[in-house]
T-cell receptor
């Protein structure tokens, strides 16, 4: 049973396109996150949601729009993709703040 | 500002040698600190957290509030310990700050 899953695993697209990454967790957690890992492996939080409510938006361009249709899902839609958006995007979930986070396998986005 | 610093990008040790991965944090509140590990071709996972005071896979980490450090230690490194290690600070506001990571390479 996969706890946190993401689709797709790889995404190659051209500049200017719009794309979505989906995330689902089956752990019954209330909190979900999106992280961006750059080419130097630096992991930076983008968004966090608690009970479907946006809690943290960490100065991310508004081309990035997260959506949480229910507590088990947190999707990430990206408009007008740019070269600098190329990275690995990780979804994670946790029971609450201060709890262990469970990570998805990551989505490698390449913008050409 | 809240910050986590891992000064070493790469740490290379021989099998059986002691290993210490450094982590320093900057936070004015009461910190909740974690070490996460990412083995090759696996997802990021929790290794240990300071509040549990456990030893996981032979690793320990002690929170030193005076030095604002949470260094990860293991007395005898094994080849299977080779991985990327991240120190993380949870501020309690659903925001976790990760360090830049240290790649540990254990040589045979």
């Amino acid at each position: 049973d996969t706890a946190v899953s993401q689709t797709p695993k790889y995404l190659v697209t051209q500049m200017g396109n719009d794309k979505s990454i989906k995330c689902e967790q089956n752990l019954g957690h209330d909190t979900m996150y999106w992280y961006k890992q750059d080419s130097k492996k630096f992991l930076k939080i983008m968004f966090s949601y608690n009970n479907k409510e946006l809690i943290i938006n960490e100065t991310v361009p508004n081309r990035f729009s997260p959506k949480s249709p229910d507590k088990a899902h947190l999707n990430l839609h990206i408009n007008s993709l740019e070269l600098g958006d190329s990275a690995v995007y990780f979804c994670a979930s946790s029971q609450d703040a201060f709890y262990e986070q469970y990570f998805g396998p990551g989505t490698r986005l390449t913008v050409t | 500002a809240q910050r986590v610093t891992q000064p070493e990008k790469l740490l290379s040790v021989f099998k059986g040698a002691p290993v210490e991965l450094k982590c320093n944090y900057s936070y004015s509140g009461s910190p909740e600190l974690f070490w996460y590990v990412q083995y090759s071709r696996q997802r990021l996972q929790l290794l240990l957290r300071h509040i549990s005071r456990e030893s996981i896979k032979g690793f320990t980490a002690d929170l030193n509030k005076g030095e604002t450090s949470f260094h990860l230690k293991k007395p005898f490194a094994q080849e299977e310990d080779s991985a990327m290690y991240y120190c993380a600070l949870d501020t309690g506001g659903f925001k976790t700050i990760f360090g830049a990571g240290t790649r540990l390479f254990v040589k045979a």
